[in-house]
């Protein structure tokens, strides 16, 4: 098993910042593609960004030009820096790893104020 464990989030206002941060730990043999997910208001499941193991970044619609997401292959480690965070922003933001199969943390929470 791999464990993803995030950290990062908490409560902002409107135009602020967060930096959430996921590291994994485990059985890794080699984490090929981390990302960040969440679930705005109880909505489903959507992606917010994804970078692989060599350094290609997809971005949704909605985060480019205000997440910027990077990774430390030697720690294991997945970073969400967002910036002119908005209301729709909020929700529950889970981080993703794909080693051998999909895992996933428990999801941190992000707020933003208006």
């Known amino acids: 098993q791999v464990h993803l ?3 990062g989030g908490g409560l902002v206002q409107s ?3 967060l930096r959430l941060s996921c590291a994994a730990s485990g059985n890794i043999l080699s984490i090929e593609n981390m990302g ?14 994804f970078i692989t193991r060599s350094g290609d970044i997809h971005y949704r619609d909605f985060a480019k030009g205000r997440f910027t997401i990077s990774r430390d292959n ?8 967002m910036n002119n965070l908005e209301p729709e ?4 933001y889970y981080c993703y790893a794909f080693d ?14 208006s």
Do not use: F, I, K, M
């Open 5 to 7: 464990r995030e950290s």
């Open 100 to 113: 051998r199969a999909e895992w996933w943390g428990h999801g941190t929470q992000v707020t933003v104020s």
């Open 89 to 92: 922003d909020t929700g529950l």
């Open 74 to 81: 030697a720690r294991n480690a997945v970073y969400l820096q």
């Open 36 to 49: 960040w997910y969440r679930e705005p208001g109880g909505s489903r499941r959507e992606l917010v960004a």
């Open 15 to 17: 135009g602020g910042s």
